[in-house]
């Protein structure tokens, strides 16, 4: 008799937990070593602080240019973001799934891409990834960066400057992903509501099987709300690079973590972690884990998954109950 077929193709070491953080007893070490390994040394938030570095130096317009709307600059704005958006995404897919570097190795879902489906635009699931993200994806990415570049030029924002306060200038940039744990959970709840859902969020959930494409794949309504994360610069003093910095961490951190595979090998070694299993069940069953690892919002609300058939039941008695009370 043949073997049941596995549920999973790989999974990361079970049961999956959060951030140390939020653990009891303190585990003052394993705090650090947890963000450590976010950052340092080979990471992908440190290659998206490059790129938006490397963007402000030489891709950018100086502020002086943005104090007015106009074409050039804006469209300047528009094709850097789809750049970096093909380079990321195209380059993994590339990688990944064209020439298959990797094989199946540490890849989540095994399953290959649909491409044929009336759900998907152009019939095709890599097709209707690439065309929401570089049409809706890009374009709202950039019209909130066109909106905050001609506040913080027009003085309608608070302007940091590394030489009044180096401390808080270097310590935006770590609070930014914290920030993203934060608001992406409750949005991402908000977009679970089913009216909502319908009408936006079934785009992005069209993805069972993700990959570098489906990260950005979204309906605009959602880019609206999920790139709105920026407008807390509003609020606090910041500088453009923290802006840009912040927009390129939300757009290319979900090309990464919708990757479909935990980690990038470079010379047989484990070099480059990307994919992360927690979401990708997200995908899979949809009803549980709505954030990330960071903070305990999943835990604390009874949506978590550990990845473990424990966990599996509890969420399906979980539903079972709450479609019963419907």
């Known amino acids: 008799m043949a073997e049941p077929r596995r549920e999973w193709n790989y999974t990361p070491d079970l049961p999956l937990g959060v951030s140390p953080l939020w653990q009891w007893p303190p585990k003052p070490l394993a705090v650090l070593r947890w963000y450590w390994d976010g950052w340092f040394l080979i990471t992908v938030n440190l290659i998206i602080l490059g790129l938006s570095i490397a963007s402000w130096v030489w891709f950018n317009p100086s502020l002086e240019t943005a104090q007015t709307f106009a074409v050039g600059w804006i469209l300047q704005i528009i094709l850097r973001n789809l750049a970096l958006l093909v380079t990321v995404a195209g380059g993994l897919h590339l990688y990944f799934y064209t020439f298959r ?3 199946n190795d540490l890849k989540y879902d095994t399953r290959e891409f649909a491409k044929k489906g009336g759900m998907f635009t152009l019939n095709n699931q890599v097709l209707d990834n690439i065309f929401w993200s570089c049409t809706s994806g890009v374009l709202v990415w950039s019209a909130y960066e066109v909106l905050m570049f001609w506040c913080f030029a027009n003085g309608y924002l608070w302007l940091l400057s590394w030489d009044t306060n180096p401390i808080w200038f270097v310590a935006i940039f770590f609070l930014i992903p914290i920030w993203e744990s934060f608001y992406f959970y409750w949005i991402h709840r908000w977009l679970h509501w089913p009216p909502l859902y319908r009408v936006a969020h079934a785009l992005h959930h069209r993805n069972t099987n993700v990959g570098p494409w489906s990260g950005l794949s979204m309906h605009p309504i959602e880019h609206i709300i999920y790139f709105g994360s920026v407008l807390i610069h509003w609020v606090i003093a910041s500088h453009p690079l923290h ?84």
């Not at 912040?246 to 480059?272: D, M, P």
């Not at 995908?283 to 884990?289: D, I, K, M, T, V």
Request: aromatic share 14%.
């Open 243 to 326: 802006m840009m910095f912040h927009l390129q961490f939300y757009a290319l951190s979900a090309v990464t973590t919708h990757t479909g595979f935990e980690e990038l090998f470079i010379k047989n070694k484990k070099r480059l972690r990307l994919g992360m299993f927690h979401h990708q069940m997200h995908h899979r069953y949809f009803e549980c884990n709505y954030g990330n690892l960071d903070v305990p919002w999943d835990i604390l609300f009874g949506s978590f998954h550990d990845g473990t058939p424990e966990a599996k039941e509890r969420m399906r008695h979980r539903l079972k109950i709450r479609n019963s009370a419907r």
């Open 101 to 103: 570097n990797q094989g």
